[in-house]
Nanobody, 113 residues
């Protein structure tokens, strides 16, 4: 059974940092592209960052230079390091493995003073 469990969200002041983690199980993690999405109430879910199985990464323009996606295949975990956070980064963040159409439960990130 494919399972993705996110952690690491919370409340942070503008300019602060958070690191999200997503622990995966039930599939061969190293063979799959992993991605982070985010969603604000009333808006479509937005792709934030992708780390494909070949090692390349891609980011939405609004987070380039601030967010870094990484993965540890030995731990079956994907991370999202978020620096220089802005209030507009406030959202529920979801981990996903797109080819399996699997999603985590989401973790809330709130950027506010």
């Amino acid at each position: 059974q494919v399972q993705l469990v996110e952690s690491g969200g919370g409340l942070v002041q503008p300019g602060g940092s958070l690191r999200l983690s997503c622990a995966a199980s039930g599939f061969i993690f190293s063979l799959h592209t992993m991605a982070w999405y985010r969603q604000v109430p009333g808006k479509q879910r937005e792709l934030v960052a992708v780390f494909n199985s070949g090692g390349s990464t891609n980011y939405v323009d609004s987070v380039k230079g601030r967010f870094t996606i990484s993965r540890d295949n030995a731990k079956n975990t994907v991370y999202l390091q978020m620096n220089s956070l802005k209030p507009e980064d406030t959202a529920v963040y979801y981990c996903s493995t797109p080819r399996l159409n699997a999603w985590g439960q989401g973790t809330q990130v709130t950027v506010s003073s």
